[in-house]
């Protein structure tokens, strides 16, 4: 089995265990793939620490640390403790073990509860993967942060952290009831797929590789200004990083570039209090999906004009004025729809349904034809 194979197997395997939590999963192996980090808004008890407890344990040999944080948390339970052999060298050094600054994958709770006295050095390990221990600046193996917290950050000191998490996502105890059912029916999971380091540090080089086509940096474009449209702006950086994410998310569908489709996974990139995700959810969508509805309203419109030249007319001459002009809007809003395609087309969007529709409008304008003609 492929390394490829191996995490379609790991999604598959979570989606069965952890029940509405699809994003948030595509999300967290996506964040792997591009060594990005991961912020999960919710109450306590919606599975935030077990996912990425569960995800470092299908790569073996990971490192997995986790913490609830207060404002009572000292540097010594992050980072470790102060080596006393060092500081008779006058090393005021750290041991690292089993802390933060050697795991590849962390969870932090009530990230934003963190003080002042650790929330640098925080910052320094997701920023630059490197952790200042006493003379010496330590590279870290961090592949992700996973933070969670039940409520967003108000000091300004805190934004900074906030902003470094490029994935965001609002979770809630499971709504349906025939999947609360399975959760509680479902026993310990058969089995569980596992990736070597290796084969995930493979497949983050493959991930970084996989064509980004022009027309996908003119829709991030067209989002950006739409959003900004709306007062949703997201920083620069935040943009560009995102390039990396939809690589990854194309990735791990098995995609062999990104498409349009993974446009959408921007929903939980775009915004910054979660108020906002419908606004952005619904500006990406409008603007991937508007020139398929304008075709849509086309085509409501040719079955208005159908249905008004089919109703009963005084005489035979109104009736041949009504079919005549019919004849002409659908000759119209057929070349309308072609104009639509053919810029949808140019800018690299999927055009199968609107094709289908087009097919429709067609129909009903044979279906005229056929008629107007008494033979």
Same mark, same amino acid.
């Given at each position: !089995?492929?390394?490829?194979?191996?995490?379609?197997?790991?999604?598959?395997?979570?989606?069965?265990?952890?029940?509405?939590?699809?994003?948030?999963?595509?999300?967290?192996?996506?964040?792997?793939?591009?060594?990005?980090?991961?912020?999960?808004?919710?109450?306590?008890?919606?599975?935030?620490? !077990?996912?990425? *407890?569960?995800?470092?344990?299908?790569?073996?040999?990971?490192?997995?640390?986790?913490?609830?944080?207060?404002?009572?948390?000292?540097?010594?339970?992050?980072?470790?403790?102060?080596?006393?052999?060092?500081?008779?060298? *006058?090393?005021?050094?750290?041991?690292?073990?089993?802390?933060?600054?050697?795991?590849?994958?962390?969870?932090?709770?009530?990230?934003?509860?963190?003080?002042?006295?650790?929330? +640098?050095?925080?910052?320094?390990?997701?920023?630059?993967?490197?952790?200042?221990?006493?003379?010496?600046?330590?590279?870290?193996?961090?592949? %992700?942060?996973?933070?969670? %917290? +039940?409520?967003?950050?108000?000091?300004?000191?805190?934004?900074?952290?906030? *902003?470094?998490?490029?994935?965001?996502?609002?979770?809630?105890?499971? %709504?349906?009831?025939?999947?609360?059912?399975? !959760?509680?029916?479902?026993?310990?999971?058969?089995?569980?797929?596992?990736?070597?380091?290796?084969?995930?540090?493979?497949?983050?080089?493959?991930?970084?590789?996989?064509?980004?086509?022009?027309?996908?940096?003119?829709?991030?474009?067209?989002?950006?200004?739409?959003?900004?449209?709306?007062?949703?702006?997201?920083?620069?950086?935040?943009?560009?990083?995102?390039?990396?994410?939809?690589?990854?998310?194309?990735?791990?569908?098995?995609?062999?570039?990104?498409?349009?489709?993974?446009?959408?996974?921007?929903?939980?990139?775009?915004?910054?209090?979660?108020?906002?995700?419908?606004?952005?959810?619904?500006?990406?969508?409008?603007?991937?999906?508007?020139?398929?509805?304008?075709?849509?309203?086309?085509?409501?419109?040719?079955?208005?004009?159908?249905?008004?030249?089919?109703?009963?007319?005084?005489?035979?001459?109104?009736?041949?004025?009504?079919?005549?002009?019919?004849?002409?809007?659908?000759? +119209?809003?057929?070349?309308?729809?072609?104009?639509?395609? *053919?810029?949808?087309?140019?800018?690299?969007?999927?055009?199968?349904?609107?094709?289908?529709?087009?097919?429709?409008?067609?129909?009903?304008?044979?279906?005229?034809?056929?008629?107007?003609?008494?033979?």
């Amino acid at each position: !089995m492929t390394a490829q194979e191996k995490l379609k197997k790991i999604r598959e395997e979570l989606k069965q265990t952890f029940l509405e939590r699809g994003e948030l999963i595509d999300g967290a192996l996506s964040a792997l793939l591009c060594a990005q980090h991961v912020l999960i808004i919710g109450p306590p008890g919606t599975a935030k620490s !077990m996912l990425a *407890d569960e995800l470092c344990r299908r790569i073996e040999g990971a490192s997995y640390f986790q913490w609830l944080l207060t404002r009572f948390t000292t540097p010594e339970e992050i980072f470790g403790a102060v080596s006393l052999r060092a500081l008779e060298q *006058d090393d005021y050094r750290r041991v690292t073990a089993r802390k933060l600054p050697e795991a590849h994958i962390a969870f932090l709770d009530e990230i934003f509860k963190a003080n002042s006295s650790i929330l +640098n050095a925080i910052l320094t390990v997701i920023n630059e993967r490197l952790f200042h221990n006493g003379k010496e600046i330590v590279k870290v193996p961090l592949l %992700s942060l996973f933070g969670a %917290s +039940n409520e967003l950050p108000e000091d300004d000191e805190l934004l900074a952290l906030y *902003d470094r998490f490029l994935l965001r996502f609002v979770v809630n105890y499971i %709504s349906e009831d025939y999947r609360f059912l399975r !959760m509680l029916e479902a026993g310990a999971a058969p089995e569980r797929t596992t990736l070597t380091l290796e084969e995930l540090r493979q497949m983050q080089n493959e991930t970084r590789t996989l064509p980004i086509p022009s027309h996908i940096y003119r829709a991030i474009a067209d989002i950006r200004r739409e959003l900004k449209r709306k007062n949703l702006e997201a920083s620069d950086r935040r943009y560009h990083q995102s390039l990396n994410l939809l690589q990854a998310h194309a990735y791990l569908s098995g995609e062999k570039a990104v498409k349009e489709g993974d446009l959408y996974f921007l929903e939980h990139v775009l915004w910054r209090d979660p108020q906002e995700q419908l606004e952005v959810r619904g500006a990406i969508r409008e603007l991937l999906l508007g020139y398929e509805e304008e075709i849509k309203e086309l085509l409501y419109e040719s079955r208005e004009v159908r249905d008004s030249a089919l109703r009963p007319w005084p005489t035979n001459e109104e009736r041949a004025r009504a079919f005549i002009e019919v004849h002409t809007k659908l000759k +119209n809003i057929l070349a309308r729809v072609d104009q639509i395609m *053919d810029k949808a087309k140019e800018m690299g969007r999927p055009v199968d349904r609107a094709g289908a529709i087009k097919e429709e409008i067609e129909e009903i304008q044979k279906e005229m034809l056929r008629t107007s003609d008494p033979h």
